[in-house]
């Protein structure tokens, strides 16, 4: 019986000596003593490690690791600038987190018009629904930011780096400058981007907001979301809508966005050589109409990417073939190599059309309005090599032979 009482597996310490790697904290609780009952009494429990949707190691090595990949820090002695991530259960979680925290009834919100499907949702009908007004922009155009952003002096300025799948480019700091003029904050979805090719937070955005389930974590196998600013208040505003709306991270997907991003730099530097490759010799195939590619001298916004994006142009890449929907779909289920399946940023290419799937609900008329010429594919550019993926696609496009 005194055995059982005193029995805590949790204070099991393997030696003197440290692990390399954090363990994975499966515990939804810790136990308390007198530091932890001051912090819940004086900051509301948020600095303190004693219930896991609060505070939890695992989680928190995650958050340290994107915050370094933005390149800030605890700030001070290492000389980083100061900034800190949220982990959040999925990408959705950490942007209509961010958003809902910003955001007041009567407010505006002045948004990109091609925006990520589900945050498209949540900016046509859910905060219209909390009675916040929705102003709606072309990402590329920068003047009619400035216009919309003077004209309608919204609380909070939207939009994401690249687009998808036209890859058009935000022009940060522009959209940084003329947010700041007004008052307002500046939230952007870096995703497809990624903190190898760029970081916005030192171009002028106030809130970093990421779907980490894509080139952070990197091999398709866990949701989960970040929020990175340099704002001390506004990274305990969004701790607070965190834990009150409770997409907080599960300690597992953590310790596998944390050990995805340790090979972060090597996958993306690789995804986005191969990208750059592949757009060029695709950009020479006969089947091929047109290649958009951030890193192509004829990408429409290659200014603005040369400025916003110098290192790299990403490991996203849009490729449009001729003949139109049908065949794109054909060469698609043709692939033997690239996977036809949604999503991003994991080591093995995914393709996809985005008529069927991310623009299913647009009809072929809004599809070209926006951008998205008939034969678009999507392609989320892999591990594989170009040499690779040149093969698997011109065997693909060989349909005679089929
Ligand atoms: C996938 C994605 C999201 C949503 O992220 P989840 O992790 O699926 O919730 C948001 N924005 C962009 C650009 C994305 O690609």
Known sequence: MDQQQQYRPGRAHTSRTYPVIPPIYQTTTFELDDQAYADIQGAGGLHETWYSRFNNPTVDAAAAEVARLHGVGPGGADGTRSGQSLIFASGMAAIATTLVTLLRAGDTVVASRQTYGDTDDLLRRDLPALGVTVIRVDAHDTDAWRQMITEHRPAVVYGETLSNPQLRLLDLPAVAEAAHAVGARFVVDNTFATPFCTRPLELGADVVVESATKFL??????????????????????????????????????????????????????????????????????????????????????????????????????????GGDQRAGEVLRRLRVGVEATSLGGVETLVSTPFNSSHFNMTDDERLAAGIQPGTLRMSIGLEGEDVLLDDLRQAFDTERA
């Not at 599960?250 to 995804?271: C, I, K, N, Q, Y």
């Open 217 to 322: 974590a990197g091999h398709s196998d866990v949701v989960a979301g970040a929020a990175t600013t340099t704002d001390r208040a506004l990274h305990e505003e969004l701790q607070r809508r965190l834990i009150t709306f409770g997409g907080c991270a599960d300690p597992h997907a953590a310790f596998l966005l944390w050990r995805g991003m340790r090979t972060f730099r090597v996958r993306l530097a690789e995804s986005c050589r191969t990208a750059a490759a592949l757009a060029d010799l695709l950009a020479k195939e006969p089947a091929v109409r047109d290649v958009v590619y951030p890193g192509r001298d004829d990408h429409p916004d290659a200014e603005v990417v040369r400025r916003v994006m110098p290192d790299a142009s990403g490991a996203m890449l849009t490729v449009v073939l001729h």
